[in-house]
T-cell receptor
Framework: EAQVTQNPRYLITVTGKKLTVTCSQN?????MSWYRQDPGLGLRQIYY???????DKGDVPEGYKVSRKEKRNFPLILESPSPNQTSLYFC???????????FGSGTRLTVV | GENVEQHPSTLSVQEGDSAVIKCTYS??????FPWYKQELGKRPQLIID?????GEKKDQRIAVTLNKTAKHFSLHITETQPEDSAVYFC????????????FGTGTRLKVLA
């Protein structure tokens, strides 16, 4: 089944403890992206990648890191999480061009 | 940079009526405009999209119209049903040669039985 897989689905952590949210797609998509969703603010792009080893900042990249060492994987790293990073995170991928995104099932992160 | 405004933020309609959600954008060079539906507790899913060289696109009960001159595009849902209740997001693909999507802030549609 074609899909974008995110893990974990839920995560509660403490301020400053490094964490990684994994994202993997099995559709051979070139483009991958991370979004955070907050009430009233919609979906805001954190980082995106147009190909292996090619990443770029979205609108809200502060406090996040990404890597794209393989085409299928695009992990999101929070080196020192803070409470304002409590949010619902979505990974998404696309074949590219004028094609929409396929979203993962989301990761609800709480930083206390 | 690109700015996307979506209205209304909430919309209630009677079952069987039509619903219209509108998005405006600022960059006249933007060239791709998808709409996503997000049901409660689920991921956003693409429901329809339109490119800048097309004025209207239909898929059964949903349609999207694009007015490039006025820089706005709209989602039209006819004969609404309870299962249409969800949050709808518009998005704009920025034409900068990268792959930056800008999403609207969402419209919560409630279809009243």
């Amino acid at each position: 089944e074609a899909q974008v897989t995110q893990n974990p689905r839920y995560l509660i952590t403490v301020t400053g403890k490094k964490l990684t949210v994994t994202c993997s797609q099995n559709m051979n998509h070139e483009y991958m992206s991370w979004y955070r969703q907050d009430p009233g603010l919609g979906l805001r792009q954190i980082y995106y990648s147009m190909n292996v080893e090619v990443t770029d900042k979205g609108d809200v990249p502060e406090g996040y890191k990404v890597s794209r060492k393989e085409k299928r994987n695009f992990p999101l790293i929070l080196e020192s999480p803070s409470p304002n990073q409590t949010s619902l995170y979505f990974c998404a991928s696309s074949l590219g061009g004028f094609l929409g995104y396929t979203f993962g099932s989301g990761t609800r992160l709480t930083v206390v | 940079g690109e700015n996307v405004e979506q209205h209304p933020s909430t919309l209630s309609v009677q079952e069987g009526d039509s619903a219209v959600i509108k998005c405006t954008y600022s960059d006249s060079a933007s060239n791709y405009f998808p709409w996503y539906k997000q049901e409660l507790g689920k991921r956003p899913q693409l429901i329809i999209d339109i490119r800048s060289n097309v004025g209207e696109k239909k898929d059964q009960r949903i349609a999207v119209t694009l007015n490039k001159t006025a820089k706005h595009f709209s989602l039209h849902i006819t004969e609404t049903q309870p299962e249409d209740s969800a949050v709808y997001f518009c998005a704009v693909l920025t034409p900068s040669g990268t792959y930056k999507y800008i999403f609207g802030t969402g419209t919560r549609l409630k279809v009243l039985a």
